[in-house]
Every structure is written in structure tokens, then in C-alpha cells.
């Protein structure tokens, strides 16, 4: 990031509101560190307690960690539970089986709600009519569904019968929908119809017929469509079938798969720095652990909370804070549809307001698109809104600049509201590193300090600890219920992707440089060390870009870095060599437009380079390795200071240096 030293040198402190902190789960420093001390003295004594006082157990658990078989750590092994009664039943008795489950909110502002009764047995119906396709425990589905109440009855319907659900964001392409639909081995297919997105309908369903025919996908037998807007599809006799009809005969109780812990509730697949993208499997009770207690933890949820989490059901964050965590705490929850700009760039403060949000978490993308909004047209500042309801912020998925935190901070939460800035990632299953709303005393783009029981340290490349003050690798040095379990059908990469035998094998290697303050030892993440961009905290590897673009007839080489940008963080900027003479002029604008849809259509709109420079060469050693280093300063338009004299085309410089 562009002001990672003004960052590093941040100094300006918030303290909880006395009044937040009187009544929260954690309260006070003193209590936070009580925790962190029952987890040092007694690891496994520690989760046992929280897992037995926070999850609903059919079977006890009588073995905490087993750590056996390192770095395939299993949690509360011989224990059984279902995610979908922990979510779902377990709220119907004990009282909130009339408490607002859901407030849907569609993308042109109607408005759905569902009580935990309504939704259980929605739930179950669906349950049930995936039973009567034959899908059982085990079994793999694959959603590709809008932001709506059936994406989420899809997810918690599968936890119903143990089938394993992977859901792929709707945003992504008919090849990346095929490769994850081969990948996960999936019987079942559940999608809708179309999505609409800033009024706008957009096709889900037709994409699932491309990714069909591009072949592979015999092991799929039906394909559920949820019925979103009646749009035009194709159809498929045999295997394709409405939702509505599926669920219409099916009784509202469903007898819940009773699983073991460590049963597979989901594989996501997320972007790692090279090959293709990796399937990271969930366990059941230590994932949902982790959900249910960190909306107490970090979000401090109480029953009269409205928690809102604006992220997609796609990503991870819509997982553990929109599918599962808030319903396993019977919180009331709001899913939206839509886009943060539709109708206007008030729609955010508008729902707030509208629906009296009291927890409200969101991207620093968001936030920084919505502070420019904001700046042009003063009617859709978040000051023409009454946020009163607002009690607590959040941000998620990228580092938080201090400038977005404090406008954040003063315009929406108007300096009474703390701010959680999450540092997690898909892999972690829920947060990590965070500040804790009734404790923690506040650092504008500092994470602050690791949740209790998650040992975060900042190593070198040999394991070694770093002193305070001293950029490192993070790392987290003990398993932890909520972790990543393996990666699906590949063991040996889940190892050396984030258990190096360079760390030793057993210490968590999460991919990210950090450092820790040399007065308070609060961390701040100073972004990947390795190949992966985060653009408006959407994760993706240069590599699959790269490999995208090589796919196309006219590329013969190319190579993608990211780019420090104002509002998405990240932006792409690929560096291309095509099989014939360098284009200049408007055949390079449109040689690179042609490239840039073709990247929207291998992987997805949100991998479209946003910049694309061509060259007769890329910057190369003398050994044929590309030099991004060099690329990312190029991509920046700053001057290049390195030494360059490995380069064995050092001219290729001047070529690449602008923009087309
Ligand atoms: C990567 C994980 C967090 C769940 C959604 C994204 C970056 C995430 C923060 C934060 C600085 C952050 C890291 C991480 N990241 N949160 N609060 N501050 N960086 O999950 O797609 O798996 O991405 O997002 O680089 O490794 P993901």
C-alpha cells in the first residue's frame, strides 16, 4: 500500500465507548487478557469449555485436539452435531422461534422477512427435496446463487443432510463454474434463473448450461433453479428442476444429519499464488465454533442487535457472517441483493436507517467508493441519514487506510461506534486478528491484537521470532478450531502451501507480511508476500490471470502485477507479448479490450486487468525469469532505482514504462 510508513508511524488512539464496554462479552483489557491466559495455561481445556458452552452436541466430544497426524489437526474428534440445528432448531427452543431471522432486502427494495420458525422450515423443506434426489451425506452440490434467503436455505440445507456444499460467487465465469464443479466432484448444481444487480438482470442459469457444455460435468444429475425473475433460460428434461416444484410436496421437519466434527460442511475455493484455485475444506464444529463466537467476541451480538454483513454469500465472509455465524447466535440478520450505488450511493445509509442496523460490516472498498460518492453529491452523505440505530462498525478483506477509518469513523459512526478491523482470511474460517469492541483501545489501519487463544507471531523466513518493530512472515503458531482442514483432493499442496517445512511443518504460514508496534505489539498487515492481489478485497493469483491470457491466440507471453489503487486497493495491471509485432496506437486499445473480455469470460468480470501495456519483451534475467519487482515499480509510473544489471534486456524498460 502507498502509505504503509504513515501506517507504520499511526499513532492516534480511539477507546471503546465506557458504555459499549460495560455491557460487552469481553469488557475491558483485563478480560481480554484473562482469556488469553486460560488458553496459554490449558490449550485444549480452553476450546473444550467454548466448545461445550457455545454448540449444541448430539454426541459429547470426550478429545479436544488431536494432533496426531500434524498438520491434518482434528478438533473435537469423536463428538457429533448438525450445523443446520445448531443454526436453526436449537433457536426454535429456546425462544426465538418468532424472532426476525432474515430482513431481505431485493435489489429494487422489496422487502422479505423470515422468522427462525419460517426459515426452519424452509430449511427443511428444501432438506428434503434434496433427499429426494438422492443426495446424502458426503455428497458434493455446487450454488451458484444471487444474494437471497434460497442461497442460504441451499447452504443450510445441505448441512441438514451432511452433503457438502461448495458455493461459487456469481460473478465468476462458466470455465471457472466448470473447473469447480469437476474439482469438488458434485452431484447436484443449485442456481437461479438470473440475478439482478443494479437493476440489471444478469444471466446465472445460461452460465451453468456453458459450463456444462464446455464437458466434464457427468457427475452433476440435477440442476435446482431457484425462480428469481422468470427470464428466458434454456431447459434440460431430466435434469434440470424448478426449486418451487421440488419443494412443494415436501414436508417443513427434516430429521437433521447427525455428523461427526470433523465432516466436511464446505469446500471454497479461493486463489493461491500459483496453479489453479484451491479448494479449501471447513470442517462442521470447529468452523462453526468459530462463527458463532466471534459474532460474541468481536461483534459483540445481542439479541436486539440488526447485524448487517454486505458481503456475498460467495466469499468466505458470507459464509461465517451471513449463512452461518448470526444464525448460530439467533441474531437478526439483513441480506441484501443489490449493489452499494443502486439506486443511489446512499443505499447503504438508506437500509441503515430503514432498517435500524445496529452492527453494520463492510470492505474499505466500499467504504472508499462510498467517501467519493459522498464528496460529489452531498445528497447521499451519510449525514443526510439518521444512523442513530448504529452501534458498532466493522471492515473486512483488505487493509483499512486511516483515512477511510477516520471518515468511517466520524460520518457513519459518529465517534461513539468502534470500529473492528478483521484481518482473516478464507482459510482462517473466521477472525483472526481484531480489535474487540468493549477492550481494545483503537489504531486506525492496525488490526490490533489476535483474538484469545489465536497465537499470531511475525517470524522470519527461518521461523525465528521478530522483535516489535521488526517486519516479518505472519504466522500462527498452534492449530485452532476453525482452520483450514486440507485442500480438497490435493493433501500434499494444503501442506506446502501453509506448513512449510522451512517453519517446521507445524506453524501456520498465512501468506501475509505483518509487523507489530514496538510500544503496544499491535499488528498491522503489510500484504502479501506472495503472488496474490487483493482488488476491492476480492483474492486472486497473478498466475491464473496470467494463464488466461496466454490461453488467448494472439498472447505469447505475459505477466501480471498489482497496483496500489485509490479505491479498490489493488488494481491488475498485466504486461503482454503478443505473437506478432508490438501494437501501438488504437490497435493497442483494442487489441487490449479484446484481451480484457477475454479475461472476463476465462475467469470473471473482477479478473479483467484493469491496465494492459505491451512490449516487444518482458524484463528478464539471464537465467529467463520475468522480473516483477521491476514490473510492479513500471505498473506504479515511478522511476526504477533498483540495479538492473542482471537484466538481460534492460532496454525493455523504457518500452513498458507507459500506459497505452
Ligand atoms: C487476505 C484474505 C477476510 C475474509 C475475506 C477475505 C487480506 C483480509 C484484512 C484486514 C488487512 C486483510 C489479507 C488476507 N485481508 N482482511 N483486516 N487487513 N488485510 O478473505 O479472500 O481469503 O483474503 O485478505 O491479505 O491474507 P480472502
Request: net charge negative.
Given at each position: 500500500m502507498a502509505d504503509m510508513e504513515a501506517l507504520k508511524q499511526e499513532s492516534r488512539i480511539f477507546n471503546p465507548s465506557a458504555e459499549l464496554a460495560s455491557q460487552a462479552a469481553i469488557s475491558g483489557m483485563d478480560a481480554y487478557r484473562a482469556l488469553c491466559d486460560e488458553a496459554e495455561r490449558d490449550y485444549e481445556g480452553f476450546w473444550g469449555r467454548l466448545a461445550r458452552e457455545n454448540l449444541s452436541w448430539q454426541q459429547p466430544f470426550t478429545q479436544v485436539l488431536d494432533e496426531s497426524d500434524a498438520p491434518f489437526y482434528k478438533w473435537f474428534g469423536d463428538g457429533k452435531l448438525n450445523v443446520s440445528y445448531n443454526c436453526l432448531d436449537r433457536n426454535l427452543e429456546n425462544g426465538n422461534a418468532d424472532k426476525t431471522a432474515v430482513i431481505f432486502e431485493a435489489d429494487g427494495g422489496e422487502v422479505t422477512r423470515l422468522t427462525y420458525r419460517e426459515l426452519h422450515g424452509r430449511v427443511c423443506q428444501f432438506a428434503n427435496g434434496l433427499k429426494s434426489l438422492g443426495i446424502r451425506k458426503g455428497d458434493r452440490v455446487v450454488i451458484y446463487m444471487p444474494m437471497s434467503i434460497e442461497g442460504v436455505v441451499a447452504m443450510q440445507a445441505c448441512a441438514r443432510i451432511g452433503a457438502t456444499h461448495s458455493v461459487v460467487f456469481g460473478g465468476f465465469s462458466a470455465k471457472s463454474l466448470q473447473e469447480r464443479i469437476i474439482d469438488a466432484g458434485a452431484v447436484a448444481v443449485i442456481t437461479a434463473d438470473e440475478?439482478?444487480?443494479?437493476?440489471?438482470?444478469?444471466?446465472?442459469?445460461?452460465?451453468?448450461?456453458?459450463?456444462?457444455?464446455?464437458?466434464?460435468?457427468?457427475?452433476?444429475?440435477?440442476?435446482?433453479?431457484?425462480?428469481?425473475?422468470?427470464?428466458?433460460?434454456?431447459?434440460?428434461?431430466?435434469?434440470?428442476?424448478?426449486?418451487?416444484?421440488?419443494?412443494?410436496?415436501?414436508?417443513?421437519?427434516?430429521?437433521?444429519?447427525?455428523?461427526?466434527?470433523?465432516?466436511?460442511?464446505?469446500?471454497?475455493?479461493?486463489?493461491g499464488s500459483t496453479g489453479t484455485p484451491k479448494g479449501v475444506q471447513h470442517s462442521s464444529a470447529g468452523y462453526l465454533l468459530w462463527a458463532a463466537l466471534t459474532m460474541k467476541w468481536t461483534f459483540d451480538i445481542k439479541p436486539q442487535d440488526v447485524f448487517w454483513c454486505t458481503a456475498d454469500i460467495g466469499w468466505v465472509t458470507g459464509h461465517s457472517y451471513i449463512t452461518y455465524g448470526p444464525l448460530a447466535v439467533g441474531a437478526t440478520e439483513i441480506i441484501f441483493e443489490g449493489v452499494p450505488t443502486f439506486p443511489n450511493a446512499g443505499r447503504f445509509w438508506d437500509m441503515i436507517a430503514r432498517h435500524k442496523v445496529s452492527i453494520f460490516y463492510t470492505a474499505p472498498t466500499a467504504i472508499r467508493s462510498l467517501i467519493k460518492a459522498a464528496d460529489a453529491d452531498p445528497a447521499v452523505h451519510p449525514d443526510r441519514y439518521d444512523l442513530s440505530s448504529l452501534r458498532l462498525l466493522g471492515s473486512v478483506g483488505e487493509p483499512i487506510n486511516p483515512e477511510a477509518w477516520m471518515w468511517y469513523y466520524k460520518n457513519v459512526g459518529h465517534e461513539k461506534c468502534p470500529i473492528v478491523d478483521t484481518?482473516?482470511?478464507?482459510?482462517?474460517?473466521?477472525?483472526?486478528?481484531?480489535?474487540?469492541?468493549?477492550?481494545?483501545?483503537?489504531?486506525?489501519?492496525?488490526?490490533?491484537?489476535?483474538?484469545?487463544?489465536i497465537m499470531a507471531a511475525i517470524v522470519d523466513e527461518t521461523g525465528q521470532d521478530l522483535p516489535n518493530g521488526q517486519g516479518g512472515i505472519l504466522v500462527v503458531k498452534r492449530p485452532w478450531p476453525s482452520m483450514i482442514r486440507t485442500i480438497w483432493n490435493d493433501p500434499a499442496r494444503f501442506r506446502k502451501s501453509y506448513f512449510p517445512e522451512e517453519l517446521g511443518g507445524k506453524t501456520y504460514l498465512a501468506g501475509d507480511g505483518a509487523i507489530r508496534?514496538?510500544?503496544?505489539?499491535?499488528?498491522?498487515?503489510?500484504?502479501?508476500?506472495?503472488?496474490?492481489?487483493?482488488?476491492?478485497?476480492?483474492?486472486?493469483?497473478?498466475?491464473?490471470?496470467?494463464?488466461?491470457l496466454v490461453a488467448h491466440p494472439l498472447v505469447a507471453e505475459a505477466a501480471v502485477v498489482g497496483k496500489p489503487d485509490e479505491t479498490t486497493g489493488e488494481s491488475i495491471c498485466a504486461f503482454v507479448v503478443l505473437k506478432r509485432p508490438r501494437p501501438v496506437g488504437d490497435e493497442a486499445k483494442q487489441i487490449a479490450k479484446e484481451l480484457r473480455d477475454w479475461v472476463g469470460k476465462e475467469i470473471?468480470?473482477?479478473?479483467?486487468?484493469?491496465?494492459?501495456?505491451?512490449?516487444?519483451?518482458?524484463?528478464?534475467?539471464?537465467?529467463?525469469?520475468i522480473m516483477r519487482r521491476l514490473l510492479r515499480v513500471l505498473a506504479k509510473g515511478e522511476e526504477i532505482t533498483q540495479d538492473v544489471s542482471t537484466l538481460e534486456n534492460p532496454a525493455i524498460l523504457d518500452q513498458l514504462k507507459h500506459a497505452i
Open positions: 440475478q439482478v444487480r443494479g437493476g440489471k438482470q444478469l444471466p446465472l442459469k445460461a452460465i451453468v448450461d456453458d459450463a456444462f457444455a464446455l464437458g466434464g460435468c457427468e457427475a452433476v444429475r440435477n440442476v435446482v433453479v431457484y425462480q428469481r425473475t422468470k427470464g428466458k433460460i434454456g431447459w434440460t428434461e431430466g435434469r434440470d428442476l424448478w426449486m418451487h416444484e421440488l419443494v412443494a410436496q415436501q414436508q417443513d421437519s427434516c430429521e437433521p444429519e447427525w455428523v461427526e466434527s470433523e465432516h466436511p460442511l464446505f469446500i471454497l475455493y479461493t486463489s484481518f482473516w482470511q478464507t482459510e482462517t474460517g473466521g477472525h483472526m486478528i481484531t480489535p474487540l469492541p468493549g477492550a481494545t483501545p483503537m489504531v486506525p489501519g492496525s488490526c490490533t491484537l489476535p483474538l484469545p487463544g508496534n514496538k510500544d503496544n505489539g499491535y499488528f498491522t498487515i503489510t500484504g502479501r508476500i506472495d503472488d496474490v492481489l487483493n482488488v476491492s478485497g476480492h483474492r486472486m493469483g497473478t498466475m491464473e490471470i496470467e494463464s488466461a470473471g468480470p473482477i479478473a479483467k486487468p484493469k491496465e494492459l501495456r505491451f512490449g516487444d519483451n518482458l524484463p528478464k534475467t539471464r537465467s529467463g525469469k
